[in-house]
């Protein structure tokens, strides 16, 4: 990476925005995004970066609007409705062909199989073929299945098994891409205030679960 796209990415990131090098943007293969626990201020990034990336496979790991911390307060179902039902149209809009989503601990399954249209949702621990790939998907990781190519999963830092974590992608840490065929992997850094808007600090206190 060059200096000058260094220096765009540390701005972006500090405009609460994801920036893509034009040489992910530039490859010929196909490509899957996995993101997960996104706060609703988070939108209009998450936009921008399906706009650019063009992936033809979105996944999303649970907690929609995980500013809406909806397990500990259940009164606020309301707006939690609004939030999923914005962040789903916003994915199926998107040119990506499939579109999975696995509900986390602050989501309402009922909501997101309400709102969809195509995307699908996906229990804990399932897996799905993309290409020649199986890839286990989970909000929690101690929900994922054994045997898969890929784990994809969110939910607190948890960085996957010491001896095995190229295959353990945490959607909260990063945004990956997966390429196929070739299966080689791409982690893009999060805007600096995520966590704040995730409130993993402040009012609730979960530093490192959420």
């Known amino acids: 990476m060059s200096v000058l796209e260094f220096c765009r990415g540390m701005v972006f990131r500090a405009t609460g925005r994801i920036y893509v090098p ?34 033809q496979v979105l996944i999303h790991t649970g907690d929609l609007a995980d500013d809406i911390k909806l397990e500990l307060d259940p009164g606020k179902s309301t707006v939690y409705r609004r939030a999923a039902a914005s962040l789903i149209a916003l994915l199926e809009e998107s ?7 696995t509900p986390g601990n602050h989501d309402m399954a009922s909501v997101i199989d309400e709102y969809s249209r195509h995307a699908r949702l996906v229990g804990e621990g399932e897996i799905i073929s993309v290409g020649d790939m199986s890839l286990g998907l989970a909000h929690r990781v101690k929900k994922l299945p054994v045997g898969t190519d890929f784990n994809l999963y969110g939910h607190n830092f948890h960085p996957g098994p010491r001896d095995d974590r190229y295959r353990y992608l945490n959607g909260l840490n990063e945004v990956n ?3 196929y065929p070739s299966r080689r992997v791409y982690k893009l850094p999060y805007p600096w205030s995520i966590n704040a808007h995730r409130k993993m600090d402040a009012y609730y206190g979960l530093p490192g679960s959420i």
């Open 95 to 101: 040119c990506a062909g499939k579109i999975y989503i």
């Open 177 to 179: 891409i997966i390429f």
């Open 22 to 55: 034009p040489e992910i943007k530039r490859a010929p293969e196909k490509k899957i995004l996995h993101i997960s626990d996104t706060p609703t201020e988070f939108y209009p990034a998450v936009k921008d970066l399906i706009t650019e990336l063009k992936p």
